[in-house]
């Protein structure tokens, strides 16, 4: 293909010299588009023809012919009626082409009398007599051979051109070739090959006709069209505004080639981000297409459609929908319910709405398109695909996952049926079933869809692609939700690593790695580790964001959490303290995330012992959660909760009642009966009691607890374990021994089939299973529980806590005994 290019160009300079003082043809304004530049360059082929043949003959060119059959015969009784225009265009010997609005004419004959003729064209005289009868116009251009004879009366009215063989015949055939050539390699997308030949076809357009000419024009915006499908978009703005200048030279404002050159570099301003310049370019091109068309025409349709796709990406989004629902308009009008242009506005509107985060809209829209591209389409067809993945994720969006899976599976059908397995938009679209089934907590099925995606992407990307990194990124996530924490480091760690690696990587994407790796690090009690992840998270966003981001307020809200969870209470209450004063700053008092703030900065206090502050921060947090959200929420009974807590912590059981209480109600309310908040509830409650020596009370309220959380978790769990130890306490408290011992039994069956290693509820268990035998003078089983205790503390604490101490002298007493 390049080595063809070079012949070209060798070609064009050697044969294509322009002649000097031959007049040009300058009259463009009226017919200059394909079909008139096609016309004319099967007409100079028809010209060479006759001359190279040794004929005469006449040839037009015409938009007009419609108008001919009214074409008077007075005062012809003196004319050769074999000789008339109106007469000859009728003959059958009469060579007729037709090209789009364009009529050619071929007249073979001596002599050619024009008889009350408006010719809207051109007319090309090859060494025939043309007489004038008549009123005669032609509006284009006269062109005539050396031996041609032209009517006096016909040259005054529009001066004959010279036909040269090289101005008229070689160099329009040799451009309509190179366009010929440009639009096949455009079409197989050969784009760098193609402009080639633009730049073949600009050389020998200036050269033969100067800068300011339409071939100049339409051939420098062919370049920019080229350009702008090679991504080289400086490139195709400098191209597109040579394009626009020499139009507007050459036909004025008013003319659809300058609507055109508009148009262009509004769409390749969308695409260098200049949004603004975009919609001016768009505007004008709009003006200039009403003006011409007026309002019911395709063009005007296609220029409010873009005008919307402008205003879109410059955030003016009414302006967007305005401009999209005029275009719809339009398009039903001309084409009926029934046609793609039509599909796309409705597309396009269901775009701009998701944006206004009006999903119902969204799916509205996006029904309508599908119903009509369906209607052109089939089923079959990646824009159906499209249109399915649009509603799906709308549906993902209004929480309704069941109707979210079910568009992307169609979706997902389609793009495997027309693309393969191995195809981007393939694993994408597992990626989105993945997404909905995770939210739906199902995550065995989010893990065969990421999984899915994962192996597509692994066949057709490099190593340490950005999309790799997401696949193992999703699966660290969904591990993590379903518990499987080891999976979910491995996968975090791999995301991480090739986000590092990676040439094309954002740098947001390795704060987030880093970020959900804490996350893990964190639920696995692995602090120090967490802190790590999460500093390094909260450095980069910093570099990124500054200090005022939600990002890095959500760093140090994490960082704060856990360094509450290793103990390091004063680290907590800084992180929380900055994290609250970003939210402020950013969303103001009443905001979900600045409650968020207050509360875990109270609950840090809470962990100083600093029970005043931690109150007042709590206090603060159920303020806004109320103003916010109203009292009967989750968030306002967490407050109230987490009130309880501290106030238990004060002794000030009363308070504690009330404010657990308060939250049970919510929680009630909101959940029903079966919820582990509900649970919680009770539990607290329990605690209070007995803690105020109510054991009854606290038995009550402990059973609720209990029998929920069978119920919600099953036997297996620790907070079930948690319930039958507080009760084994409270029966203990109340000298029920046999009660306390069977309750206690449960707890620690539960929590040694839960823990595989030493943790200091299997002590804790053991060591009150002791404390209960021994209350009913069975020394050998408590000595026995006690020394598995001692064990645990021992392990667990170190010799040296209080706890193994303790016990370790519980067993030298009972051993004593027993001996």
């Known amino acids: 293909m390049r080595q063809q290019n070079d012949d070209i160009k060798q070609e064009t300079n050697e044969i294509f010299q322009i002649p000097k003082n031959i007049k040009k043809s300058l009259n463009y304004h009226k017919h200059w588009n394909e079909n008139w530049k096609t016309s004319t360059v099967e007409a100079a082929k028809m010209v060479e023809q006759i001359i190279k043949a040794k004929e005469q003959g006449l040839i037009v060119i015409a938009s007009n012919t419609s108008q001919w059959g009214k074409i008077s015969h007075e005062n012809t009784n003196k004319i050769n009626e074999d000789a008339l225009f109106s007469k000859l265009i009728k003959s059958k010997q009469v060579d007729k082409q037709v090209f789009g609005e364009y009529w050619i004419y071929i007249i073979k004959n001596k002599v050619v009398v024009l008889d009350d003729i408006n010719i809207d064209g051109n007319v090309y005289v090859v060494d025939c007599e043309i007489q004038c009868k008549g009123r005669v116009n032609i509006t284009m251009e006269l062109f005539a051979t050396k031996d041609a004879i032209i009517d006096v009366k016909l040259a005054h009215i529009i001066s004959p051109i010279q036909w040269n063989t090289k101005l008229h015949h070689d160099i329009p055939v040799e451009l309509q070739r190179l366009n010929d050539m440009i639009n096949e390699c455009f079409g197989i997308k050969y784009f760098d090959e193609a402009i080639i030949y633009t730049k073949e076809a600009l050389k020998l357009s200036v050269e033969a006709f100067g800068t300011s000419h339409p071939y100049v024009g339409d051939f420098n915006n062919s370049q920019g069209n080229l350009y702008f499908q090679n991504e080289q978009y400086d490139k195709a703005i400098v191209c597109y505004k040579k394009s626009l200048k020499i139009r507007l030279d050459i036909f004025g404002m008013n003319h659809i080639d300058v609507a055109w050159a508009y148009n262009n570099l509004g769409s390749v301003h969308i695409k260098e981000l200049q949004y603004a310049k975009s919609v001016q370019c768009f505007e004008k091109s709009l003006k200039i297409r009403l003006s011409i068309f007026g309002i019911k025409h395709a063009d005007v349709a296609s220029s409010y459609n873009n005008l919307g796709v402008a205003h879109y990406y410059n955030e003016e989004y009414n302006k967007a929908i305005q401009c999209h629902e005029k275009s719809l308009k339009i398009r039903l009008e001309l084409f009926g319910i029934h046609h793609i242009d039509v599909a796309l506005s409705y597309n396009n509107l269901g775009v701009v709405y998701s944006k206004k985060e009006q999903h119902d809209k969204v799916i509205e829209y996006n029904q309508r398109s599908l119903k009509t591209t369906l209607k052109v389409y089939g089923m079959n067809h990646i824009e159906v695909a499209s249109l399915y993945y649009n509603i799906g994720t709308a549906y993902y969006y209004k929480n309704d996952f069941d109707k979210s899976i079910e568009n992307h599976e169609k979706t997902l059908k389609i793009r495997l049926n027309i693309l393969g397995k191995n195809h981007s938009d393939v694993a994408l679209s597992y990626d989105n079933l993945g997404v909905a089934y995770f939210n739906k907590m199902q995550y065995n099925k989010a893990i065969e869809c990421y999984e899915n995606a994962l192996d597509i992407r692994l066949e057709i990307h490099e190593p340490n692609h950005v999309n790799i990194a997401l696949s193992y990124y999703n699966l660290g996530v969904t591990y993590f939700s379903k518990g499987d924490y080891d999976k ?228 297996n769990h620790t907070d079930v374990s948690a319930s039958y130890y507080n009760l084994g306490c409270s029966y203990y408290n109340k000298e029920l021994y046999d009660k306390a011992i069977e309750y206690h039994e449960h707890a620690l069956q539960i929590r040694k089939t839960i823990f595989k290693s030493a943790k200091i509820d299997i002590g804790d268990s053991n060591c009150w299973l002791g404390m209960a035998f021994e209350k009913k003078g069975e020394k050998e089983a408590a000595y026995n529980y006690f020394e598995e205790a001692w064990k645990v503390y021992n392990v667990v604490l170190g010799q040296y806590h209080e706890y193994t101490l303790d016990v370790k002298e519980q067993v030298r007493k009972l051993n004593a005994s027993l001996l």
């Open 488 to 715: 979910a480091i491995s996968y975090h760690q791999k995301s991480l690593d090739m986000r590092l690696e990676g040439s094309d990587v954002s740098r947001i994407d390795i704060a987030l790695s880093y970020f959900n790796l804490g996350t893990v690090y964190d639920k696995i009690s692995a602090f120090d580790k967490a802190i790590e992840c999460y500093e390094r998270a909260l450095k980069t966003r910093l570099d990124i964001f500054g200090i005022k981001h939600n990002e890095v307020a959500l760093s140090y809200y994490y960082l704060g959490c856990s360094y509450y969870n290793k103990g390091q209470h004063d680290k907590a209450v800084e992180c929380h303290e900055k994290s609250l004063k970003i939210r402020i700053d950013l969303f103001g008092i009443n905001h979900a995330d600045v409650a968020l703030s207050y509360n875990n900065l109270g609950t840090s206090y809470y962990g100083k012992e600093q029970h005043k502050k931690a109150i007042d921060c709590y206090e603060k947090s159920l303020k806004i959660r109320i103003a916010i959200y109203g009292i009967k929420h989750v968030d306002v009974a967490l407050s109230y909760n987490n009130l309880g807590v501290v106030y238990y912590c004060k002794g000030q059981y009363k308070k504690a009642i009330e404010c657990y209480e308060k939250s049970l109600k919510i929680r009630l309310h909101v959940f029903g009966i079966n919820h582990g908040d509900v649970a919680m509830s009770y539990y607290n409650l329990g605690s209070v009691y007995d803690k105020d020596a109510r054991y009854d009370k606290a038995i009550e309220y402990y059973e609720k607890s209990l029998k929920i959380r069978l119920k919600v978790f099953g036997i």
